[in-house]
């Protein structure tokens, strides 16, 4: 079988604080929308969309995001995409959403944090 790559890199800002759960066995996870802009094809000059990314982040990085990400924070973010769906009134819905493998904080005022995350490892 040839060898395939599933790897989402985004650089965006946070669309609300997250939403933090806990699984049946005790696992954390925490939930959050990042919002990224591009340039629109052939639209106006300086037109620019607006795409909305859901972000799972599992264990420790769910803690970390339940401590420090907030709505507006400016973060990278590096993982994979995964697909499912769900039924609601007899329809499927599909969905996409981006399993986090590294959080990267990016706001002068987190970067305190980071040093001091880093410095405490």
């Known amino acids: 079988m040839a060898r395939s790559v599933n790897r989402i890199t985004l650089i965006g800002n946070v669309g609300r604080d997250p939403d933090i759960q806990q699984t049946k066995n005790g696992t954390k996870v ?12 052939g639209g106006a000059e ?3 969309r607006t795409d909305w990314h859901r972000l799972t982040l ?4 769910a803690q970390f995001a339940e401590d420090y990400v907030q709505t507006g924070d400016r973060i990278y973010v590096d ?11 007899g329809v499927v819905i599909p969905t996409a959403e981006i ?4 959080v990267v ?5 987190s970067a305190a944090i980071d040093l001091a995350l880093d410095e405490a490892a």
Request: glycine share 6%; charged share 35%.
């Open 30 to 41: 925490a939930h959050f929308s990042v919002a990224t802009n591009r340039r629109v094809q």
């Open 46 to 48: 300086g037109e620019e």
């Open 105 to 109: 904080m990016l706001n002068s005022k």
């Open 79 to 89: 993982g994979r995409l995964e697909y499912d769906s769900y039924e609601r009134d």
């Open 58 to 61: 599992w264990n420790k990085q």
């Open 99 to 102: 399993h986090v493998r590294e």
